[in-house]
């Protein structure tokens, strides 16, 4: 029998996404314990979790070296803490805007790994799976934003048959992995297999049934499955004697693990992970090291 307890407490943060009618709600922190029957606690993953309110504007960034303005690469930034989001941070006039990481990335110095398009420019290909069948995508999901920072998400597999497409339909996008929650039908879907054992850091954005788009960071790691299981479910009702609750989730290991609270989405996709996950806001880093280099970067005013 596996047993985990969750704890919320609330960041000393308040913000305002500009431009939007409503207000980003105060950062939250959760805090899984989670323990093997009558033993101590080995595993004490943590999550952050910002609602940003009904269509946020977002925008797409690009830093060849440093960040600069979108879709203008290889500008140079000082000497000084030169890279990260917190020297993208500082170039935005938007003081209360939140800035998370974007996509993957390889080598050194860090370039996007898949599909990355800065208002119609694309910064990198499309990654595609043309040899296998069915398909298999290294990277399964599209963010996509209009011309109004509008964002959604789509499958890779949507523009296999036409990748010119994916240009023509977005107007900024990073392309990336996994798709934690769907929604088909009225019914939400957790799209990772139970016995999947990667733990990892991770930066997730979602929305719930209502419209309201998520950034979730979680700051230490958790496997991929009890993530999903906790965006997808429902946070129980808020009372005087739950206000602060601890919530206990028992897992069978005969089974896969069941959450019994959690904050509602009902689509969700990941952003890069591990030591790239990171998220700033008001200029100040709320996880992570907001100067490691990163080839992008989310931008919600």
């Not at 999901?141 to 990748?163: H, Q, W, Y």
Request: charged share 15%; with cysteine; hydrophobic share 40%.
């Amino acid at each position: 029998m596996k047993t985990i307890s969750l704890t919320i407490s609330t960041a000393a943060l308040a913000f305002f996404i500009a431009g939007q009618s409503n207000a980003a709600s105060t950062p939250k922190k959760y805090a899984f314990v989670i323990t093997y029957a009558s033993k101590p606690a080995v595993e004490r993953p943590e999550a952050w979790v910002i609602e940003l309110g009904r269509s946020p504007s977002a925008e797409v960034y690009y830093s060849g070296a440093g960040f600069a303005l979108p879709g203008k690469a290889g500008q140079s930034a000082p000497p000084t803490k030169a890279f990260g989001l917190g020297a993208l941070a500082q170039t935005i006039s938007d003081q209360n805007a939140v800035v998370v990481n974007g996509g993957f990335s390889v080598g050194t110095p860090s370039t996007p790994d898949g599909f990355l398009l800065v208002m119609r420019q694309i910064l990198s290909p499309l990654t595609l799976a043309h040899d296998i069948k069915p398909p298999v995508y290294h990277l399964d999901s599209v963010i996509c934003l209009d011309m109004a920072g509008k964002m959604t998400f789509r499958s890779t597999g949507d523009f296999e048959s036409n990748p010119e497409l994916a240009a023509t339909t977005c107007v900024s996008a990073i392309q990336t992995t996994p798709r934690f929650l769907r929604s088909n039908q009225g019914r939400v879907q957790n799209l990772i297999p139970a016995l999947d054992p990667a733990r990892r850091k991770r930066t997730v954005i979602g929305f719930d049934a209502k419209g309201s788009a998520y950034v979730v960071i979680f700051s230490k790691p958790i496997q991929r499955y009890l993530i999903a299981e906790f965006l997808k479910q429902k946070p129980l009702p808020q009372t005087a004697s739950n206000a602060n609750p601890t919530v206990l989730i028992t897992v069978n290991m005969s089974g896969p693990p069941t959450v019994s609270e959690g904050i509602g989405l009902v689509d969700a996709v990941g952003l890069s992970s591990d030591e790239n996950a990171i998220a700033v806001i008001n200029g100040k880093s709320l996880t992570g090291n907001m100067y490691r280099q990163l080839p992008s970067a989310l931008v919600f005013r």
